[in-house]
């Protein structure tokens, strides 16, 4: 499907080694702080999953539960099918590196584009002002693309009133929206919706509490194929306990369409 | 904790048989339609985690995958540690019957009464009217109530705008909601929560669809302790693509406290 000429499908392929097992090398640029993106780690497993379910190309649903922190490196891909019947099929796949497990995942697979396209949708697209009247991510300070080389892979044009943050004044709604799509004009799929919804920078950042986020789970629901374009990603915090906050995301694509949903809980940075 | 005497205590219990291996028994009273409830299968897994991690007895997040449909009869929960370090453990859990898997889920516990109590939520707690002028489960048709033994395990109060379903009058905004707690008095716990966020009808009665909406996949955040008393329980659709819909759900204590979330992604009633 893919010409291999977009980084992110390079970066985020798998080989097969037999039974399963999938080797993948982690890329350096999508290091964000201390360690590598959730959602590209998520991608990576995504791409494994789809490689042993030829028929079923589509993630439907995944959930991750992060175990340990990822490094750039080789890293391996182990996928063991639950079951697979009819138009579904669920694994259970893990991100391992050396003797590590990173990342433990459920997934059910299918294919999107058999579905019924029967759309029934009572949520609000987001609003976001014309692209060329948000915030690009270029304007980041050059010590936050230092520890963030992640930013580089994106286009990403923030709603004016979500980036206080980022001067200090952060808005405090909980919310942070933004236009997405990638900087090499790769477009939207399945798969890279997966990335898009861990993408954005902590919802934390806008309620005054910058620093890293760490996921303990995150489950996504991909509901259609994207149709090319900008994306909208929207990510929301309502409830803070014990240490801990959920994100919501959704994803919109540039048809109107509510394309991808996720829950993660994180801790809130110290 | 729990004195035994109340039935859910005594239906979920688990047996361990050593290696991670808990024997238990799905009680026929948890029927509805043609399967056993999904949460209450979800509360017979959290109790096999929970037994399996002595000093993390709470769910925090639980991904649950339904594999195949679960009969009354003995079943076994398979706990296998992935991650056991710090105040947390993940944990992979099958319930099987038989040589079928039944649920396949991960989990990620720890002890909820040691975490920091500082909790900050802009979500807006349910309107929901006094519980005398709801609508009780009790006044179901006798039909239903033939299908669904389910429903006698629980005393359940309908907001009125919420089950014009049940006289052909689906209201069509995709949220059902009730006033929820067990029949025979057992308060609510962090386990019991994993059972409230799939006891309601599904949404989709509300969307004038009845029939059974079978879960893929329910991914539960478990954020506080709940009070004793009445639980406000909130179901709400937003998004029906591909034949499938997701379902969130919100547990509110008795203190006013978003003490649970989930979301599930379910196929469609035909």
Redesign the interface.
Known sequence: MHSGQHEFDRQTAVTPSGAGRYAAELAPGWHVGGGINGGYLLAVIGQAVRAELPSKPDP??V?A?Y??ASTAGPAEVVVDV??DGGS?A?V?ADLRQGDQ?RI???A?YGD?SA?????????EEPHLPPVEECVPSSMAPEEVRAVAPLMERFDMRFHPDHVGWAVGEPGRT?VISAWFRFADGREPDPIALLLAVDALPPVTFDLGMPGWAPT??L?A?V??VPAPGWLKVRHAT???????F?EDCEVWDSAG??VA?S?Q?ARQPR
């Not at 409830?239 to 801990?244: C, I, P, V």
């Open positions: 439907l649903a959930s539960y175990l340990s639950r079951r579904i669920t259970a497990s433990t995942a459920l059910t999107l579905l019924p396209d029967d759309v029934r949708t009572t949520a909980g303990l789970e489950s629901h509901r259609a309502r409830n803070m306990a014990g240490g801990m959920e369409r509510l949903q829950r809980l």
